[in-house]
């Protein structure tokens, strides 16, 4: 129970540094993209026989892929928040300082 309970902080902990930084956000949804891309390419080519033998190994096809986009979609989604919220700080920290002087 206790290494468990340290994986999932050691989980929060990566996810909190790797979503903190814009330029680490961004490798991330890069790479998600990535894959998402070759699971789709690997899936309409040369997979196409493969997958289209069985409705249940399409159906699980289709679902890796749906969860990859929307996986990508909400990334790409919290990084366009983020950064709206980083560049109002800056906006707000230029206006404290006009007033400062």
Same mark, same amino acid.
């Given at each position: 129970?206790?290494? #468990?309970?340290? $994986?999932?902080?050691? =989980?929060?902990?990566?996810?909190? /540094?790797? $979503? %903190?930084? !814009?330029? !680490? !956000?961004?490798?991330?949804? =890069?790479? /998600?993209? /990535? ?11 040369? &997979?196409?026989?493969? &997958? ?5 190994? %399409?159906? &699980?096809? $289709? ?20 950064? /709206?919220?980083?560049? !109002?700080?800056? &906006? ?5 300082? #006009?007033?400062?002087?």
């Amino acid at each position: 129970m206790n290494s #468990q309970s340290s $994986l999932i902080a050691l =989980s929060i902990a990566i996810a909190k /540094v790797t $979503l %903190m930084e !814009r330029a !680490r !956000r961004r490798k991330l949804i =890069s790479g /998600v993209l /990535v894959a998402l891309l070759v699971i789709f390419v690997l899936g309409n080519w040369p &997979l196409s026989k493969w &997958l289209g033998g069985s409705p249940w190994l %399409m159906f &699980l096809w $289709l679902g890796g892929c749906a969860f990859l986009a929307l996986f990508l979609a909400l990334l790409a989604l919290y990084d366009a928040l983020s950064v /709206v919220k980083e560049e !109002r700080a800056k &906006l707000e920290l230029g206006k404290e300082d #006009q007033t400062e002087e």
